[in-house]
Structures are given as structure tokens and as C-alpha cells.
């Protein structure tokens, strides 16, 4: 045990939160997103080190910076309202005006590239029809927009060949049954590239620089995903790259010299650069608090903008010269009022679930935990279905453990990033065997001397949310208490009422959950609205009013289906938000209750009034 400095949720979250990156035409400034005033607006940093300088002043919507333009200052950046996401694309010209390039009540849009030559760029919008996304071309002079694919079958553009003659598509039949399409600019043509029997992944990765052949990923007779080549005109295929993990991109960069390769390696993202040619690997910096968590390569393939990220240290910006091999930091996202030190590092776990199988799982353990000085545990419910908890900095996650909770992030059965088998044993089974596999936890937490084995409670937001409300309706003895932020109570509605766009995907939800009306009784025994009587432990739910994902509605009933059975349950909702929390002040808000409930619940604390309105303002 060791003396802890504790800090309070404002320190943590004046740690801010920084992502994406493009380099400006003359590649003297970096783009990017941050949070550091409060919510997210684009900043830009000089490759060479300096100021950052804020370039939009959002004070109530979230902005996040997309791209410079090829040739000249301006940028793209998108932006919802209040968490709906239909998000718009926005070009913010020189001189500070914006311009909105998708306009419409309910449309949504999202930028897909730069024409190779870069004097177009590409974005897709539901403004026809809210099912399907079309595709546009946008001049980049006069941003005059050509009409490119109008979709009727729910294809996923992924990228526009570099002589403009193709259009790559993807289509997903469910999440382990993937397809590819090639379309023809010149005679309208579709071809289907990857006919297949069986599940097999086949995603689109990037078109070679000659426009010849398209690197795909796929898991075809492989538990995991890896990077293969098909040549356009002869059909020949052949892998390229595979890795102990899952490979889920690869990006060769704009003149064909390197290519970024990244790995899921077991919950911990890997970022390689290669050359393209020989294959052979380039050698980057290493970190020894942290790993490259993304990477974007200049166009005149000089320059690295790169992030790295560790459990105990958030998002940090660095930029690499090829030629000299140096790195050099931009951007520090972590609070001056925190050191890193006093942080925790996660641990990789695992044990055995009810039937045998191995269940990952990653470990904080706090500075202060002892065989002497026993500490309460939450187990960490992650998103999804098929999400993952990964390694990397949580300022949820270490504002926990550095009040004294242990924290387990279970890699339940039915999480990515441990082979296709492992990722389809949930299916139609949630509330049930992955539920078992957190009921499973508790025990591996009660074998470690530290835990106070009466204290430990369940977290989660969205699925992770459903999976608490699962855990105190179905195993209603098991844990202590539980925290639920926008999760699913009743499957059925939720289904039902998915957004327009959601619909050319909705068979992917039929086989893993079920179909609202023919597996209606199965649904309904997997929801926790319809068995909400059996919650007798106490419950946090926390929501936001404008989520398009998992409505309002579905927090509603819960709290009140609780509430007449007289449990405890606390409320919070947040009119500006949507699915999560994007403002600072919301989220200091939500986790000092989050705390302040777990305190009362798991350590017997009440000197603080439980937060039960309804409703945050």
C-alpha cells in the first residue's frame, strides 16, 4: 500500500481530450479536435511546436475537425445538434465563416475523402432518403456537387479508386458476413468481388497508387482479420499481412512510399509504418508510458502526425520527420494538477467463465488496496455488442481507482479482439452467458486478497448499460449495485425504433438479438423493462434526452418500473446531450454523483443527498 494524492473529478476532467489530425496544404500546422475548452472545437498546432490556436468557438455543440483542404486554408469540420448525431458538413473558409454544405432538418452527412489529385472531394448525405445514403462530388473551387451514387440496398461507400474509374463498396449481411462490390464509373457496372459461402469477413482496406489492385481485409479460414490483395483486372488474389491480432486497416500513403498498418493485439491497439515496396518495417520512437494510437502521414510523405495514449497518460500530439527520425511533442492533453505517476497502469487478466472458456479482462488495481486495507470493486461493462475494453487512458476509469475502487473491464463472450468464435458466442444469448461471464468476475475478484468481496458493483454505458441492468434484474443477488449511462431496457422498442438509416442493417440486429415480432417472447425475456420487479439493489441510471440510439424512453421505464416496487433507484438527465457526454460540465456532474452513489452504496457513506430529478440542467 502507498500513500495516494487524491484528486478531485474537476482535476480530472481538466484533462481534455484531443483526436484526429491533418496536415494544412503547406504542412506547416496540424489539424485537430479537443476538448480543452469545455467541448469539442478544431485547433490547429505548428508542425514546428508552438501555440495552439482555436479556430471554432462552439460554446454548445460539440465540433469535430475533419481536414484542411488540399490547396488553401480552409477546413471541413462536422457538427450535430445537442447530441442527435445528424451530424452536417460544415467548411470553415479563411476568414472565420462558417457554411453548412448539407443543410436539412433530419439529414445526415459524413465526408468520405479527397480525389487524388485533390481538387474534389467526396461526402455521402440521406437527404433524398433517410434510409440510404447517396453520394456526392464537391468541387473544391466553387464547391459545386455533382450527384456520383444514389444507394437503394444499403452499401457502405469506402473510397473512390486514385484514377477516379472505381468506386469500392462494402456490404454487411451481419457483423461476420461481409461482402465486396466494384462499381464501374465508366459503364455503371457492379461487380461483385468476394462471393462466398459461409460467414466470412471481406472489407475493403485501400486501392493501390496505381489504381490496379485493392488491399481487403478478411478472416476467410482465420480466427482473426488480415490484409489481403485482389488484382482488379485478372481477379488473383494474395495475403499481405497478418498479425497474431486482429488488422483492421491498412493505409498505404498519398505517393505509395510507406503504408500504416494497425493491429488490435488483445485489447491493445498497434500502429506500424512499412515500406510499401520492400514490406520492410520503419522504425518509430518508443514510449514507455504509452503506444501510437493513430497515425497520419503527410502528403509529401515527410512528416508523422501520431498520437500516443497509455493508461496513464491521455492523448498526446507528436510529430515525426521521416528524414532526421525525430519526434516532436505539440499537444499535452493531461491536467498540470495531475502527475502521471500517481496513476494506476492496468493489468491483463483473465480466468474461467461457468463453462471453461477463458474470458479476458483488464485489472486496476488502486495505489491503496492491501490484504490490510480492503477496497469495493465495479466491474467495467464495455459497449456493443461486439466492443471491447482496450488498454488506454480513462479519466472515468482512474477518477474511480483513485477513490479506492478496484476496477475489472471484462472482455465478456461476444467481444471483439479475440477471434471470430469467441465474437459470435453471444449471439441471441445476451442476458444470459455473457451476463454468467460477469457473474463469473465477481468470483475472480473475491480470489484477490485486496477486494472486499461484500462491495463489488457493476458499471456500463449503452450495451455496457443494458448488461447492468441485466446484472440486478436476472441475478438480482449478485452484486451491490449498479450504474447504467443510456442503456438498453427493453430490446423490442429498441429495434423498432432504430433511426431510418440504421434500417439496411437491421438483419445484422435480427441475428444477434432477434426480430421484434417473430422472437418477440425472446427479446421480451432479455429485456430488463419486463422484469424490472426483480431489481431489489440500488440503481443509477444516467441519460441523455436527445439520444437517436437508445431513447429516453427506455431509461424512463426502467426508473419508474422501479420505483413502484419502492427500489432505489437515482436519475439523471441531461437535456443537451445525446448518446454519451460530450460537455465537460456534464460529465464533472455525472461522475461526482456517479461516485457520491457508489460511495453511499458500496461504502456505506451518506453525508451526500442522493441525485433523484429526472432531469440535469
Not at 457496372?189 to 469477413?201: D, Q, S, Y
Request: hydrophobic share 35%; proline share 5%.
Amino acid at each position: 500500500m502507498r500513500n495516494v494524492r487524491q484528486y478531485t473529478i474537476e482535476q480530472f476532467f481538466s484533462t481534455f481530450s484531443i483526436m484526429n489530425s491533418s496536415f494544412s496544404h503547406d504542412e506547416r500546422l496540424i489539424l485537430y479536435t479537443s476538448s480543452q475548452t469545455g467541448i469539442f472545437n478544431a485547433f490547429a498546432v505548428p508542425v514546428s511546436g508552438g501555440t495552439p490556436r482555436q479556430l471554432t468557438r462552439s460554446k454548445a455543440m460539440a465540433i469535430y475537425a475533419v481536414s484542411y483542404f488540399p490547396y488553401d486554408d480552409r477546413i471541413l469540420f462536422v457538427r450535430d445538434c445537442y447530441g442527435d448525431e445528424n451530424h452536417h458538413l460544415y467548411v470553415l473558409e479563411s476568414e472565420g465563416r462558417e457554411r453548412d454544405l448539407t443543410p436539412g432538418i433530419g439529414v445526415k452527412a459524413k465526408f468520405l475523402g479527397w480525389s487524388h489529385d485533390g481538387l474534389h472531394f467526396y461526402y455521402q448525405t440521406n437527404e433524398r432518403d433517410p434510409r440510404f445514403f447517396d453520394i456526392y462530388r464537391m468541387s473544391v473551387a466553387g464547391l459545386d456537387r455533382t450527384l456520383i451514387f444514389q444507394d437503394t440496398e444499403g452499401l457502405n461507400f469506402h473510397s473512390v479508386s486514385p484514377d477516379e474509374n472505381h468506386i469500392v463498396f462494402g456490404k454487411d449481411m451481419t457483423r461476420a458476413n461481409c461482402d465486396i462490390y466494384l462499381l464501374s464509373k465508366q459503364s455503371g457496372h457492379m461487380r461483385h468481388l468476394t462471393p462466398h459461402v459461409g460467414e466470412i469477413i471481406f472489407r475493403p482496406a485501400s486501392f493501390e497508387i496505381d489504381s490496379q489492385s485493392l488491399y481487403y481485409l478478411t478472416d476467410e479460414d482465420n480466427e482473426f482479420s488480415y490484409i489481403a490483395r485482389i488484382e482488379l483486372s485478372t481477379g488473383k488474389q494474395s495475403v499481405v499481412f497478418r498479425a497474431p491480432g486482429n488488422v483492421f486497416a491498412f493505409v498505404p500513403s498519398a505517393g505509395g512510399k510507406y503504408s500504416t498498418v494497425l493491429v488490435d493485439d488483445e485489447g491493445q491497439k498497434k500502429i506500424s509504418i512499412y515500406d510499401h515496396q520492400s514490406g520492410e518495417p520503419i522504425a518509430l520512437p518508443s514510449f514507455p508510458k504509452g503506444d501510437i494510437s493513430s497515425a497520419v502521414i503527410s502528403k509529401s510523405e515527410q512528416l508523422l502526425a501520431f498520437y500516443v495514449n497509455g493508461d496513464r497518460s491521455p492523448n498526446k500530439l507528436f510529430v515525426y520527420e521521416f528524414a532526421i527520425g525525430t519526434a516532436r511533442k505539440l499537444v499535452e492533453s493531461l491536467s498540470a494538477e495531475i502527475d502521471s505517476d500517481g496513476l494506476v497502469e492496468s493489468r491483463r487478466v483473465s480466468y474461467h467463465s461457468f463453462d471453461g472458456l477463458t474470458i479476458p479482462a483488464f485489472l486496476w488495481k488502486p495505489h491503496q488496496a492491501s490484504a490490510g486495507n480492503k477496497v469495493p470493486a465495479l466491474i467495467w461493462l464495455h459497449g456493443g455488442p461486439g466492443g471491447q475494453t482496450r488498454k488506454g487512458y480513462s479519466p472515468r476509469i482512474q477518477y474511480l481507482v483513485n477513490n479506492g475502487y478496484a476496477v475489472l473491464g471484462v472482455n465478456y463472450r461476444g467481444s471483439s479482439g479475440y477471434g471470430k468464435t469467441f465474437l459470435a458466442a453471444d449471439e441471441r444469448k445476451h442476458g444470459r452467458e455473457p451476463l454468467w461471464d460477469c457473474v463469473e468476475a465477481k468470483k475472480f475478484l473475491a480470489s484477490l486478497d485486496y477486494i472486499d468481496t461484500s462491495k463489488i458493483g457493476v458499471i456500463g454505458a449503452s450495451f455496457g448499460g443494458y448488461m447492468v441492468l441485466a446484472a440486478l434484474a436476472f441475478t438480482p443477488e449478485e452484486f451491490a449495485c449498479g450504474v447504467d449511462l443510456f442503456g438498453i431496457s427493453n430490446w423490442v422498442r429498441m429495434i423498432e425504433s432504430f433511426p431510418p438509416y440504421w434500417s439496411p442493417h437491421l438483419e445484422f440486429y435480427y441475428k444477434k438479438m432477434g426480430h421484434p415480432v417473430a422472437d418477440q417472447d425472446l427479446l421480451r425475456a432479455l429485456s430488463p423493462a419486463f422484469h424490472a420487479d426483480k431489481i431489489i439493489k440500488p440503481l443509477m441510471v444516467v441519460q441523455g434526452a436527445n439520444d437517436p440510439r437508445v431513447l429516453r424512453a427506455e431509461a424512463d421505464e426502467i426508473v419508474e418500473a422501479v420505483r413502484k416496487k419502492n427500489g432505489t433507484v437515482e436519475y439523471m438527465v441531461f437535456p443537451d446531450e445525446g448518446h454519451g457526454l460530450t460537455k465537460k460540465t456534464n460529465r464533472v456532474t455525472a461522475y461526482d454523483s456517479i461516485v457520491k452513489f457508489l460511495d453511499r452504496h458500496l461504502r456505506g457513506l451518506e453525508s451526500n443527498a442522493p441525485t433523484d430529478n429526472g432531469s440535469h440542467s
